[in-house]
C-alpha cells in the first residue's frame, strides 16, 4: 500500500514537471531518487533507534541539549539571514536532530552591481543527521555528519523540501568550566535531483552548559573501582580489637 501511495507520488510529480522533463529516462530518475531517498530515511531513523550494546540506561541519559546563534551564506558572500539553532544530540554525540529558524530574507549581492538577488524568505527546517568522529586533540573534537533535512519552503536554493543534510564542524571544551560548544558549517540540497538547487549553506555556533538537567555524557562519568568493598574501608578505618570503644 505505502509502495503504491509512493509511485503514484513519483508519477503525479514527474506529469506536474513534465515541461522541464520531457524524458521518460529523466522522471525514472526521479522516481528512483525519491526511492533512495525513502530507503535512506528508514536506515537513518532505524540506526538511531537500534539498541546499543552499552549497559542499561535509558536514552535521555546522553541526551545534551544546545542552542545558539548562526547565519546563512552562499560562497563566501553572506546572504544576511540569522538563523536560531536548537539541536539534540544523543549517543556519544553520533546523533543529532536539530531545529532552525532562518528569520529574514536571503538576499545575494551582485558583484559589480547595486543589486541583490532575492534567494529565500524566512522559513522553519529540520535535520537528522548521523555524525562521525574524525579526530580528537585534547578538548578539540573534530567531526563529520550526514543525514536528511526537512523546510517549509521551496526556493531557489532548493525547489524541494526534502534535501540531503551534511555537516563539518569542531567541538570544544572550556577548560575548567562545564561549557560545551560547536561550530559547524551545514549545507542542504537535493544533490540535483531537481533544479534549481543553489544549497542552503549556513554556520552555526551552539553551546551547551552541563546543568544535569538531560543526563551526564559518559565521557563526564567517573568510574568506580569495582574492587573497592566498602565494608573493608569501614574495618580498616575502625578501632583495632585490642583498643576501647567509646561510650
Known amino acids: 500500500m505505502r509502495t503504491s501511495r509512493w509511485r503514484s507520488t513519483a508519477n503525479r510529480l514527474c506529469d506536474l514537471h513534465g515541461h522541464r522533463w520531457s524524458t521518460r529516462a529523466a522522471c525514472g530518475l526521479f522516481r528512483r531518487a525519491a526511492v533512495l531517498i525513502r530507503i535512506g530515511a528508514l536506515c537513518l531513523v532505524g540506526s538511531a533507534v537500534a539498541p546499543q550494546p552499552v549497559d542499561a540506561q535509558s536514552l535521555c541519559e546522553s541526551c545534551e541539549v544546545q542552542i545558539g546563534l548562526g547565519e546563512t551564506y552562499h560562497y563566501w558572500a553572506t546572504t544576511g539571514s540569522l538563523v536560531l539553532p536548537v539541536s539534540v544530540t544523543w ?147 575502625g578501632p583495632g580489637p585490642d583498643m576501647p570503644l567509646l561510650p
Open 91 to 237: 549517543s556519544d554525540n553520533r546523533f543529532e536532530f536539530a531545529g532552525f529558524r532562518f528569520t529574514s530574507q536571503q538576499v545575494l549581492p551582485l558583484p559589480g552591481m547595486h543589486e541583490a538577488r532575492h534567494m529565500a524568505n524566512p522559513y522553519w527546517g529540520a535535520s537528522l543527521s548521523r555524525r562521525w568522529r574524525l579526530f580528537e586533540r585534547g578538548p578539540v573534537q573534530g567531526y563529520f555528519g550526514f543525514g536528511l533535512a526537512g523546510r517549509t519552503e521551496s526556493d531557489v536554493l532548493s525547489v524541494t523540501r526534502w534535501d540531503f543534510a551534511s555537516q563539518l564542524g569542531l567541538r570544544f571544551h572550556l577548560p575548567g568550566s562545564p561549557v560545551t560548544g560547536e561550530v559547524t558549517m551545514r549545507h542542504w540540497s537535493n544533490a540535483g535531483i531537481q533544479l534549481p538547487n543553489h544549497g542552503q549553506d549556513f554556520a552555526t555556533l551552539t553551546v551547551r552548559i552541563n546543568s544535569r538537567l538531560f543526563g551526564t555524557p559518559e565521557a563526564d562519568k567517573i568510574p568506580i573501582d569495582p574492587t573497592l568493598s566498602l565494608d573493608r574501608s569501614m574495618a580498616a578505618n
